[in-house]
């Protein structure tokens, strides 16, 4: 078991770790416009299709949006990028202020960073807003962030490991990796990374703190 005293950077998924996610009200939400398909491509921990695409970054906002309306067989012309925008949003619950409060104190002991699977639409809105119910923005709590529409691959890829470590300047044998996917969790550890699993309904908080157990 790798101890607290040997890590300097924690490095954070954010869906499942520090925000709370629920597939099925987006699968819900889509179908509701009328998409056919979304609950085979929209996994819990990867995608495929067109939400693939937009999470490394190979297609826009609105090429996701008119890749959506393909999928709906009647009434397409009348469903908005906003409706779509809103439907995929439907994701991400919130994140509780007591994680937030969490992340700004061990910013105080550690290199904080994120390290997520995510897309433009979700994160320009959604995980903007829900960093800032303390007035604050996402880069008040990361020392550095790696987004996978940005580094245009994805978790589990090793591609997405190595920028992660070129791009933020850490040390693999320094950093603890935590995901709430254990096939993330073997890719990294692979690598080098120190890993700890945040299972379903527990706190990243309690996973630091069995380091020490």
Do not use: W
């Amino acid at each position: 078991m790798t101890s607290k005293k040997e890590i300097r950077n924690l490095l954070f998924d954010l869906g499942g770790v520090i925000m709370d996610i629920e597939r099925e009200r987006c699968v819900e939400a889509l179908t509701r416009l009328g998409m056919e398909g979304a609950d085979e491509m929209l996994g819990l921990y990867v995608q495929s299709g067109p939400f693939l695409k937009l999470e490394e970054g190979l297609i826009s906002e609105s090429e996701f949006c008119d890749e959506v309306r393909r999928r709906i067989p009647s009434g397409a012309a009348d469903v908005s990028d906003a409706q779509i925008t809103d439907a995929l949003n439907a994701f991400l619950i919130g994140i509780p202020e007591h994680r937030l409060v969490e992340l700004r104190m061990l910013r105080k002991d550690f290199g904080i960073y994120l390290l997520s699977n995510t897309n433009p639409i979700m994160y320009y809105s959604k995980i903007a807003e829900c960093f800032r119910a303390e007035g604050k923005e996402m880069d008040d709590y990361f020392d550095g962030q790696v987004v996978s529409f940005k580094a245009r691959c994805a978790k589990p890829s090793k591609a997405i490991f190595d920028y992660a470590v070129e791009h933020l300047g850490i040390k693999l044998e320094e950093t603890l990796f935590l995901d709430d996917s254990q096939k993330n969790l073997d890719a990294a550890a692979t690598l080098g990374f120190a890993t700890a699993l945040v299972p379903p309904g527990t706190e990243f908080i309690d996973a630091l703190a069995a380091l020490n157990d």
